[in-house]
């Protein structure tokens, strides 16, 4: 942007001292008016390029951040998406984990209840 900035600063200053020089010149009003046109037309034509290499540049830019930001966010899902496989994956094996404990302790608390029930018949 400073860059732009800069040119279109170089461009109006070069067609104000023109102005001021071409004014200041001992020629006819004929004269002076025709090489002011000639001089506007030519600041005309290089500000009409450099505005295009401007935009041009701006779009080339525009075009490269986009690309980056398609990149982070195809990043960012992946990455989402293996998060997410791993949480389920470690969900699975916790509930089976669970599981097994739960089964183990509903054989102990029979296990232990069984034994007391064979203790107290024995007296």
Request: hydrophobic share 40%; aromatic share 2%.
């Given at each position: 942007?400073?860059?732009?900035?800069?040119?279109l600063?170089a461009?109006i200053?070069?067609?104000?001292?023109?102005?001021?020089?071409?004014?200041?010149?001992?020629k006819?009003?004929k004269?002076?008016?025709?090489e002011?046109?000639?001089?506007?037309e030519?600041t005309?034509?290089?500000?009409?390029?450099?505005?295009?290499?401007?935009?041009k540049?701006?779009?080339?830019?525009?075009?490269?951040?986009?690309?980056k930001?398609?990149e982070?966010?195809?990043?960012?899902?992946?990455?989402?998406?293996?998060v997410?496989?791993?949480?389920?994956?470690?969900?699975?094996?916790?509930?089976?984990?669970?599981?097994?404990?739960?089964?183990?302790?509903?054989?102990?608390?029979h296990?232990?209840?069984?034994?007391?029930?064979?203790?107290?018949?024995?007296k």
């Amino acid at each position: 942007m400073a860059k732009g900035k800069f040119a279109l600063g170089a461009i109006i200053g070069a067609a104000v001292g023109t102005v001021v020089g071409v004014l200041t010149a001992p020629k006819s009003g004929k004269e002076t008016r025709a090489e002011l046109k000639a001089k506007a037309e030519e600041t005309k034509a290089e500000a009409l390029t450099k505005a295009d290499e401007l935009s041009k540049e701006v779009s080339k830019r525009a075009a490269e951040a986009r690309k980056k930001a398609d990149e982070v966010t195809n990043d960012a899902k992946a990455a989402a998406l293996d998060v997410k496989a791993k949480v389920e994956a470690k969900a699975v094996e916790l509930k089976t984990v669970g599981e097994d404990y739960k089964a183990r302790s509903e054989s102990a608390v029979h296990g232990a209840v069984d034994g007391a029930k064979k203790g107290f018949n024995k007296k």
